[in-house]
């Protein structure tokens, strides 16, 4: 099984602010199958980043995803009020399919 | 577009069995190969349960693959999940999924769409 780990647990920062998110893999993520979801309270995750750094549909340029092998990182350029949020990762390479603990955007 | 619903009772008793259903709707059951079951206990992270392939393949997480049983309906154009031995430790929001697919490559591309969420609370 495919650990993944997150860091930091949490990042305060302020609208306008860049936000960088770590995920490590415990080993190489298969073809980069490596996602990102952001999850605000009570609502559903939503899929931002796949292939480790491909959009899905509708998700803003601001987002964007790099790295490969077993690091892997999430920017977003310049914070929007409505990013404040839980960040996870998930690979989909393998199975079982694996989460990260998540990263909460909150603000400072 | 797709559209996933989970539906199900929202309490069971311990040593009980779980049981809920994601209705498809928007498209085809069969349009996507992998429909899953995610889960999230109150205040902690994602737990992926395990998943069905449309033609009735699966895939279980080796932690709860001794209780876990997900089937398909395609006639009703829905999947289930059964969940049993219930303890408190399985109350969570339970989520049904789609696979995503890269328009250009066809390749998997993550999860989506999601449906809401329901919480199943585990007490006597």
């Known amino acids: 099984e495919i650990v993944l780990t997150q860091s930091p647990g949490t990042l305060s920062l302020s609208p306008g602010e860049r936000a960088t998110l770590s995920c490590r893999a415990s080993?190489?993520?298969?073809?980069?199958?490596l996602a990102w979801y952001q999850q605000k309270p009570g609502q559903a995750p939503r899929l931002l980043i796949y292939?480790?750094?491909s959009r899905a549909t509708g998700i803003p340029d601001r987002f964007s995803g790099s790295g490969s092998g077993t690091d892997f990182t999430l920017t977003i350029s310049r914070l929007e009020p409505e990013d404040f949020a839980v960040y996870y990762c998930q690979q989909y390479g393998s199975s079982p399919r694996t989460f990260g603990p998540g990263t909460k955007v909150d603000i400072k | 577009q797709v559209q996933l619903q989970e539906s199900g009772p929202g309490l069971v008793k311990p040593s009980g069995t779980l049981s809920l259903t994601c209705a498809v709707s928007g498209g085809s059951i069969s349009s996507s190969n992998w429909w899953s079951w995610v889960r999230q206990p109150p205040g902690k992270g994602l737990e992926w349960i395990g998943e069905i392939y449309h033609s009735g393949s699966t895939n279980y997480n080796p932690s709860l693959k001794s209780r876990v049983t997900i089937s398909v309906d395609k006639s009703k154009n829905q999947f289930s999940l059964k969940l049993s031995s219930v303890t408190a430790a399985d109350t969570a929001v339970y989520y049904c999924?789609?696979?995503?697919?890269?328009?250009?490559?066809?390749?998997?591309?993550?999860?989506?769409?999601w449906g809401q969420g329901t919480l199943v609370t585990v007490s006597s």
């Open positions: 080993q190489s993520v298969s073809s980069s199958y």
């Open positions: 292939g480790a750094s």
């Open positions: 999924a789609g696979t995503y697919y890269d328009i250009l490559t066809g390749y998997e591309a993550g999860f989506d769409p």
